[in-house]
């Protein structure tokens, strides 16, 4: 995996092998990010990332300025690689071993995006319940986006807050916005 933009550039990193995660490629990465490019000042907002994995995207996030990332994975190792790979890098990430879905349902934390790139196998109402629970707990900041990743073969557009869907060969990022205020008083 590699650190698209910022101070990182071009930075290769190698996660252990014994991890059970499938990284956003380098091409996802990169549309996806200039997508964000465009709306967002990294170094305004904050980000979650939810089955945070190898750190992939948290990298990515910090290289370009943001401040405040949070990680959440499961698994042990992932939470330690990303914290070894922090540490080595001198990024400032935030990480919890923690169950996702637990997480959404305890967290008090607030977010300008949150990222969510759970395993391409759960069943349509399990990425549901990840987007149904970061707008009911109110985790996402006004103006913020929640971006899912998932298969080509998952549709998640008729969710209320879908707002669109970004395909890049078999990954789709799903993304998700709580209304304008224009439009809630139309």
Same mark, same amino acid.
């Given at each position: 995996m590699r650190i698209i933009y910022g101070k990182l550039k071009s930075r290769?990193?190698? /996660?252990?092998?014994?991890? $059970?995660?499938? $990284?956003?490629?380098?091409? /996802?990465?990169?549309?996806?990010?200039?997508?964000?490019?465009?709306? *967002? *000042?990294?170094d305004a907002i904050s980000v979650i990332d939810l089955f945070a994995g190898t750190g992939n995207i948290s990298y990515e996030f910090a290289s370009r300025g943001t401040k405040t990332i949070y990680a959440i994975d499961a698994h042990f190792g992932c939470i330690k690689f990303i914290n070894s790979t922090a540490k080595a890098l001198d990024l400032d990430i935030n990480t919890y071993k923690s169950d996702v879905y637990k997480f959404l349902e305890k967290t008090n934390l607030t977010s300008d995006v949150v990222f969510a790139d759970p395993p391409y196998d759960f069943e349509e109402d399990q990425f549901l319940k990840i987007v149904d629970l970061v707008f009911e707990r109110g985790i996402l900041n006004e103006d913020g986006v929640l971006i899912v990743e998932h298969s080509k073969h998952t549709d998640l557009s008729k969710h209320a807050k879908h707002s669109y869907d970004k395909r890049y060969g078999g990954n789709v990022f799903s993304f998700f916005e709580n209304p304008a205020k224009e439009d809630e008083e139309e």
């Open positions: 290769r990193l190698s /996660a252990p092998k014994n991890l $059970p995660v499938r $990284p956003t490629t380098d091409m /996802a990465k990169e549309s996806l990010f200039n997508i964000l490019n465009n709306t *967002y *000042y990294f």
